[in-house]
């Protein structure tokens, strides 16, 4: 079974730049999460996706991040424009409802400088 | 409080040891918990799941201590290759759906030759 796919693996942008990032989950995974992992913290989650419906985006700053599952298959993250702050890990995972299992991507290292 | 806190560590250890990592949770109507695994720049990885009193795999021992809120994961006979980060994860949701997972921020351990 391949995995949940992301890209790209690394960005460095400067400040007040946008940037995106793909993420493909397991196939057949209704829901897909997106979570925000700062240097020496753990992960927390961004924005909850069933199918192509958000179920939970309470944490999603939105005045500069935005996401999309549009067909229910793959989702982009963005964010426009990026605060140094943002610098982190955004690591995507998806998961079969009902099931509860989690698979998480490799993740996109983002430094903003 | 914090939904989950974790001893910070690090914790250096010699092969052989024996270590405890603890985890404490705010919410008392969780029910059940889960111990990930993340290598370093590697994504997080299901290590073991804790759903009443505890939970044995091996060499790996999980407690749960409801009346305190209260979780533990014990590592008998460390290996070099235990080296990571433990991270303790509270899942909210109706259990068999598609939960979301709160975090701790994490124990570092390092196994030492």
């Known amino acids: 079974e391949a995995g949940v796919a992301q890209s790209p693996r690394y960005k460095i942008i400067e400040k007040r730049q946008s940037v995106a990032f793909w993420c493909n989950p397991i196939?057949?995974?209704?829901?897909l999460y997106w979570y925000q992992q700062i240097l020496g913290q753990g992960p927390k989650l961004l924005i909850q996706?069933?199918?192509?419906?958000?179920?939970?985006d309470s944490q999603l700053p939105k005045d500069r991040f935005s996401a999309e599952r549009l067909k229910g298959v793959d989702s982009t993250l963005k964010i426009q424009p990026a605060k140094l702050e943002d610098s982190a890990v955004y690591l995507c995972?998806?998961?079969?409802?009902?099931?509860?299992?989690?698979?998480f991507g490799s993740g996109t290292r983002l430094t903003v400088v | 409080r914090k939904e989950v806190e974790q001893d910070p560590g690090p914790f250096n250890v010699p092969e052989g040891a024996t270590v405890a990592f603890n985890c404490t949770y705010s919410?008392?109507?969780?029910?059940?918990f889960f111990w990930y695994r993340q290598d370093c720049r590697k994504e997080p990885k299901l290590l073991m799941s804790?759903?009443?009193s505890g939970n044995e795999d091996g060499r790996f021992t999980a407690q749960l201590n409801r009346a305190s809120q209260y979780i533990s994961l014990l590592i008998r006979d460390s290996k070099l290759s235990d080296s990571a980060t433990y991270l303790c994860?509270?899942?909210?949701?109706?259990?068999?759906?598609?939960?979301?997972?709160?975090f701790g921020s994490g124990t570092q351990l390092t196994v030492l030759p």
């Open positions: 995972a998806s998961s079969l409802q009902g099931a509860g299992g989690y698979t």
């Open positions: 196939s057949g995974h209704a829901t």
């Open positions: 996706f069933q199918n192509n419906g958000v179920v939970d």
């Open positions: 919410n008392s109507a969780s029910q059940s």
């Open positions: 804790v759903y009443s």
């Open positions: 994860v509270v899942p909210r949701g109706p259990s068999g759906s598609a939960r979301q997972l709160t």
